[in-house]
């Protein structure tokens, strides 16, 4: 059916429900959503409010800082570091604090998985 | 630093339509070559749809850029900046911002639940029937308005190299171009398609690139300037200003929060980009070709900026509006301004591949939709074999090729990025709360999942349809009609929120509770891949 692609692979006979309730799969989420979920708030309130002020704060917006250079087009061009900024952390983050526990986790199921013959079934994601 | 007066431009360039089209033809056969050698080993349908999951993290995402940096993002935005101002800037920033969504909720997540297709993630844990037919609906609706967009570019674009400026004759092209297009996808596969994205996004960054450092050359690298520049030829300092656009009425400052609001939840509910991230083979890879596309994004609308002011220094609003082409024709008249011909042809030529490209990478996207999930899983109930399958999505391509190019004769004239964002407020309301709600709710339900996407597709669709855009005003589709009850061209300030609402309210009201074993399979899945990790070997 819809998901046949995960029916031959390593992990097709896992209690998928007894990871899930290990301490080290919960600090995996914990780890994961602390930084994501306030990050997307923070980065989707800093668009809002940069929509607003373009949409209801014209004349702020169009206050010049340097020769014809306003603030609305500061305030855009920083819309831009930010998300490299934040794009920048991410990748920092999940490589230090994310990536180290996920491949530990699925090296200890998948490193389980082996046949009545005792070879290593699958992997491959055919 | 004075424009060459306006008509001079339109003038000299149907002289020189014959090297236009040489130039133009050159690039569209070398790409061609590629796809039908890049092509050879499709065999399977993993290599049709997902490139045989072998791509590196850098090409994925160079090829996501390129398909993300559509005629919209080239033709719609430097337009848009060029005509309104400031306003049009907002398009950057909204199309930007987005990929965070992308990066942070979405990618890694959904590259280790699913296998080619969007609806593989969203009917993951809930029941597959009625949540693939919903997904694969939506995915079929989004494309269809981003297929919309592309035709109404490429109308543009080749009515200008030709000088074309009847209807009849932009619609002709129209035609042309969606049957070139229809064979690329027919052959190519997604791997072929991947290649000419992949080029074609170097040769686009490079174009534009080359534009901005010229257009900066001439005002002496002083953006100040070419500010200044824009303000002298508009004859009006509103330029450099929100509002330009949108902030006449207390209804347009609205519409323009709906614009903002459907741009920058939009992109992460792309089916034709979530598919790119099943051509990798691990989430890792997944998550370095988001971040290689938002360098590349975020660089090339820096150039739009600087494009956009450029043409309304150099070209005018005025001489923009009236060439045949019309908005969508400011990087093209810039390139013409700059470098002649030869500029001309190759930016020309690049806007079209990007077109041809983009348009390939719906069709597919759309073919798997129907192919995979409509017909392998729901009609032939998962006996299909995978030829079949093949043969299926084949022949979808073609049916969906029509209809792009019927509906790109009436979208003919709209300024692309604006018909894109359609496309974005669509499936930011279709696709969007079911995605973050199945990765991140574990209470969800299919009852919630089936109310947030028919609700939000068809709220979005209806006010489409009930909006400016299509009747009661000049630049309508249907000008002699009005049935214009919703005073927004954008839907997403209604149709996003009600999505989210549905599908809150759908679950709570289900009195059906889903597999919890299936929820810890899916959240385990997206969070370590496993079984996920590997590439098909080869």
Known sequence: MGNEAHTPDAAASVDFEQVQSTGQFQELRRRHRSFVFPMAVAFLLWYFAYVLLADYAVDFMSTKVWGNINVGLILGLLQFVSTFAITGWYVHYSNRKLDPIATEIRNEIEGHEFDKDGHRVGGANK | MIAIPAAVDVAALKDTTLLNMGIFGLFVAVTMVIVFRASRNNKTAADYYAA????????????????????????????????????????????????????????????????????????????????????????????FFYLLAQMAG??????????????????????????????????????????????????????????????????????????????????????????????????????????????????????????????????????????????????????????????????????????????????????????????????????????????????????????????????????????????????????????????????????VAFLVALAFAVAASANLPTIIYSLFWRKFTTQGAVWSMYGGLASAILLIVFSPVVSGAKTSMIPGANFALFPLSNPGIVSIPLAFLLGWLGTTLDKRREDPAKQAEMEVRSLTGIGAEKAVDH
Not at chain 2, 91 to 119: C, D, H, P, Q
């Open chain 2, 52 to 143: 045989g999951r072998s791509f590196t993290g850098s090409q994925n995402g160079t090829a996501i850029a390129g398909d993300y940096l559509s005629a919209a993002s080239f033709l719609g935005i430097t337009g848009a900046i060029a005509i309104n101002g400031y306003d049009g800037f907002m398009y950057s920033i909204g199309f930007l911002v987005a990929w965070l969504v992308a990066l942070l909720l979405v990618a890694e997540l959904l590259r280790n639940t699913g296998k080619f297709t969007m609806a593989d993630v969203l009917s993951f844990r809930l029941k597959q029937r009625p949540v693939r037919i919903a997904a694969a609906i939506s995915t079929l609706a989004v494309c």
């Open chain 2, 154 to 415: 490429a109308g543009s674009l080749i009515s200008l190299l030709l000088g074309i400026s009847d209807w009849g004759g932009q619609a002709l092209v129209i035609i042309v171009v969606g049957a070139l297009m229809i064979m690329y996808v027919l052959i190519g596969g997604m791997k072929g398609t991947t290649w000419v994205q992949i080029i074609k996004a170097m040769l686009l960054i490079a174009g534009a690139a080359v534009m901005t450092l010229w257009v900066l050359a001439i005002y002496g690298f002083n953006l100040s300037a070419l500010l200044g520049g824009a303000v002298e030829t508009a004859n009006n300092p509103a330029v450099l200003n929100p509002g330009l656009q949108y902030g006449k009425t207390e209804t347009s400052k609205l519409d323009f929060m709906s614009l903002g609001l459907a741009l920058v939840l939009g992109t992460a509910a792309l089916p034709h980009v979530l598919m790119r991230f099943y051509t990798v083979p691990t989430a890792k890879e997944a998550r370095k070709s988001v971040v290689w596309s938002i360098w590349l994004i975020g660089l090339f609308y820096l150039f739009t900026l600087v494009l956009g002011y450029g043409a309304a220094a150099l070209v005018g609003a005025d001489t923009i509006k009236s060439a045949p082409g019309g908005v969508n024709a400011a990087a093209p008249l810039l390139a013409f301004h700059l470098g002649g011909p030869l500029l001309l042809g190759f930016i020309s030529a690049v806007a079209f591949a990007t077109i041809l490209a983009v348009v390939a990478g719906l069709t597919i996207t759309a073919a798997a939709s129907f192919a995979h999930d409509i017909y392998a899983n729901v009609i032939a109930k998962g006996k299909a074999d995978a030829a079949t399958e093949v043969r299926v999505a084949r022949r979808t391509v073609v049916v969906i090729g029509i209809l792009a190019i019927l509906g790109g004769i009436f979208a003919n004239g709209q300024n």
